[in-house]
């Protein structure tokens, strides 16, 4: 499993938006379809709404990566 932290400088940021924000999607389009397939699990469970409001701390999964999110202001 890759761990990466990934920092975010909102609040919180959409499932969706976070996949092309981390390099995992190319596209919305993209981001959609791997959501809908149920390859992400957001703090350990599958996720099928791409509008899910991901926080600080939140872990991302998806195939062989796993991400924790961050708030800018954490070190």
């Known amino acids: 499993m890759i761990k990466e932290e990934i920092r ?3 609040p ?3 499932l969706d938006q976070f996949l092309k924000f981390a390099g995992i999607a190319q596209t919305g389009g993209h981001s959609k ?3 809908a397939q149920g390859a ?3 703090n350990g469970e599958v996720c099928l709404q791409r509008g899910k409001k991901i926080y600080p701390e939140d872990i991302v999964e ?3 990566y ?3 999110v961050l708030s ?3 070190e």
């Open 8 to 10: 975010i400088s909102t």
């Open 12 to 14: 919180f940021i959409k």
């Open 33 to 35: 379809e791997i959501i």
């Open 40 to 42: 992400v699990s957001v």
């Open 62 to 64: 998806i195939d062989d």
């Open 66 to 68: 796993s991400f924790t």
């Open 72 to 74: 800018q202001s954490q």
